[in-house]
């Protein structure tokens, strides 16, 4: 086990979604600084591949094959949780799906729902069924992964957006409800990021998001996972309600003229060094 700062010493973590991508890299992170990690997803090889790695490490972990979308999987993610570790101190809601990425007028109805099953209804199931848990032990966090999608528009996205400002939204409302049971609700919100998740992604349209950031890339999963880390852990104390954004800069940006005319052209010439 890499020697880190035992910033979660002590405490058990569930993070969906970890079989690859953010929840894995969160994962790894969360077992370096001394969690016990419940690594939950409903692909169960790659969540066990992802234990795997932490055993090999010398950290303690478990995979859980688990819908986030479905009640009786979510509530057996916490009740084996928490008799496999005794207690659940962090909720990390992460797991996701990309919708149609088309116009509103040819959004499926299926397609709709599935976005807002997962990403929506999963990130409410899972805080339901956990919340118990951190108030029988005096206090926890909950960190939901939302995106810059979650702040601002996006051309041919309007499910994924939609349910991404559903969940920011989400997440104020739950640190108001468990303001008094000493449970942080916060948002971490990415901009693209090198994951399995976009790899298909083709370049034209990953250019523009490396375009729009002061660093003129992409975000490497380990840095959005720190940001997590610290809304998780203890550092993070007098946070609650937050939408952390770590997104490169983006939405810090109006872009004046010459930057909209240059901008993505030279990064989509130059994309295979820079993505
Ligand atoms: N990758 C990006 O560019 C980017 C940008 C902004 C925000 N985000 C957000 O970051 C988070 C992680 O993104 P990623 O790129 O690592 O995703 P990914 O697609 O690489 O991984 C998502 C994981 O969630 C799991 N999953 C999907 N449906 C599930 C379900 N019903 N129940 C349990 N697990 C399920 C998948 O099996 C997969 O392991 C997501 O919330 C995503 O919306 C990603």
Known sequence: MKDKNGRLEGKVAIITGS??????????????EGAKVAVVDVNSESSQDTVDIILQDGGDAIALEVDVGNVGDVQRMATETAHKYGRIDV???NAAIYGGGVHVLEIDEDVWD????????????????????????GGGSIVCVASVSGVLGNEHQADYNASKHAIIGLARCMAQDCRNDGIRVNVVSPTGMSTPGNENTAVQNLAPYVAMTMFGRLAEPIEVANAILFLASDDASYITGANLMVDGGVTAIQPSGRQLREGIAKFVKSSDSLL
Do not use: D, E, W
């Not at 079989?19 to 370096?32: D, K, N, P, T, Y």
């Not at 599935?114 to 029988?136: D, E, W």
């Open 91 to 93: 909720l990390i809601n």
């Open 19 to 32: 079989g690859q991508g953010l929840g894995r890299a969160a994962a790894l992170l969360f077992a370096q």
């Open 114 to 137: 599935a976005v807002m099953r997962i990403n929506v209804k999963g990130t409410f199931l899972c805080s339901k069924q956990v919340i118990p848990y951190m108030q029988q032990h």
